[in-house]
């Protein structure tokens, strides 16, 4: 059988005719009729306040850390296990990333670690839904607002998962989405920002328009406009919103196409769980993922790396994951660890991740009788 590739971007068969309206629109910049489609699915969908559309999840982040108004010394709390641009985000502004370990059952931020890593500096809390499943956030907002911090959700995996029926990303003060390709709904590169409190709506909008109050012009609230804040351009031309908006349309059934997958893996595997040889994905009873990755953990890296070559030499691609941020050189030289790192280092050594993607059919089969033969 053909190589199979770890992941193949899916597309609804819509995007092409949607950006040829774009192009019959004659309107190519950003904020047009497109992204007002994106923002209004992306708001009813989320109940946050305000979706703005971003170039990629990094944008959104990097916004939320102006929001957050990081100064150079402040500091966020978040994951080790992530990747760069949760911490990169705060370290633009001068920010220090302060890494907590992650839980050993959802590999998400441990929650009963983060109060002890709070000193007069933190600022914020930045929780990663790793795999799209929901990190703690009663808990995590319970500590925010005793200590009277932001949470700014990395939620770029976790478009369409859910905590206690609350949609992930607008839950927090501000939460992140990304659409890059190997996300579950993409637009190539693409993200969000969404603005759940109030507070940050107007700002938001003029930091993404170059630090202008364009947006306020266009809607006829000031006459002319102008240079009133620091910003960026953070919002995508609307060929990138056109192409979304078709994969938001096929977002319920793109979602439910992958969670037949991943649930057709967990029945495979639970006999090599029995027989002590891989660990599954344990989600809590109150979280609904989105089927956003499979992944197993093996007993040990070595066997991790006999593994994926036995895989690969039968054409299947599975592959490891983040590198921890606090053993990286510029984790290292940007941010600091509070406590022990214990199953950060441990878990992500052994995990291994399995191809998932819309239309893959009968190669499903194949993976998973290889890795049943890899681990037999
Ligand atoms: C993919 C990802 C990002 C970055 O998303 P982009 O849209 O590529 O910028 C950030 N954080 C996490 C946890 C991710 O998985």
Not at 179 to 207: M, Q
Not at 293 to 311: C, G, P
Not at 346 to 370: T, Y
Request: charged share 20%; with cysteine; net charge neutral.
């Amino acid at each position: 059988m053909n190589n199979i590739p770890f992941n193949k971007p899916h597309m609804t068969g819509r995007e092409l005719w949607h950006i040829a309206q774009a192009h019959t629109n004659g309107h190519l910049a950003g904020d047009g009729m497109f992204t007002k489609k994106c923002h209004a699915w992306l708001e009813a969908r989320t109940g946050t306040r305000k979706a703005l559309l971003t170039h990629s999840c990094t944008a959104a982040l990097e916004m939320a850390a102006i929001l957050a108004d990081i100064q150079p010394g402040d500091e966020i709390i978040m994951p080790s296990y992530t990747f760069v641009s949760t911490a990169n985000a705060f370290v633009l502004r001068g920010g220090i990333p302060v890494f907590v370990d992650i839980r050993p059952d959802t590999l998400n931020i441990d929650e009963t670690k983060i109060e002890a890593a709070i000193t007069p500096r933190t600022k914020a809390i930045a929780p990663v839904h790793y795999a799209g499943e929901a990190c703690e956030m009663d808990v995590i907002m319970g500590i925010a607002k005793r200590h009277n911090l932001l949470v700014i959700e990395d939620a770029a995996q976790a478009v369409m998962s859910t905590y206690k029926g609350k949609a992930l990303g607008a839950i927090g003060h501000l939460g992140a989405y990304s659409f890059h390709e190997t996300k579950n709904i993409i637009s190539g590169e693409g993200g969000a920002l969404l603005v759940n409190d109030e507070r940050f709506a107007e700002r938001a909008e003029i930091i993404r328009e170059k630090g202008t109050n364009r947006s306020q012009f266009f809607r006829g609230q000031v006459d002319k406009y102008t240079w009133v804040d620091i910003g960026s351009s953070y919002l995508p031309g609307e060929v990138i919103a056109a192409f979304l908006w078709a994969q938001m349309e096929e977002a319920e059934s793109i979602t439910q196409k992958r969670l037949d997958i991943w649930q057709k893996y967990h029945q495979a595997f639970s006999s090599l769980e029995d027989a002590g040889k891989l660990r599954r994905p344990i989600i809590p009873e109150h979280c609904q993922h989105n089927a956003h990755m499979y992944y197993v953990l093996l007993e040990s890296v070595e066997k991790r790396t006999e593994v994926i070559a036995q895989l690969k030499a039968q054409g299947v691609n599975a592959v490891f994951h983040y590198v921890p941020l606090h053993s990286a050189p510029a984790g290292k030289k940007y941010a600091r660890t509070s406590g022990t790192m214990q199953y950060t280092d441990a878990l992500s050594e052994r995990l291994l991740r399995l191809p998932l993607w819309v239309g893959m059919g009968d190669a499903q089969d194949k993976v998973i009788a290889e890795l049943h033969n890899a681990l037999g």
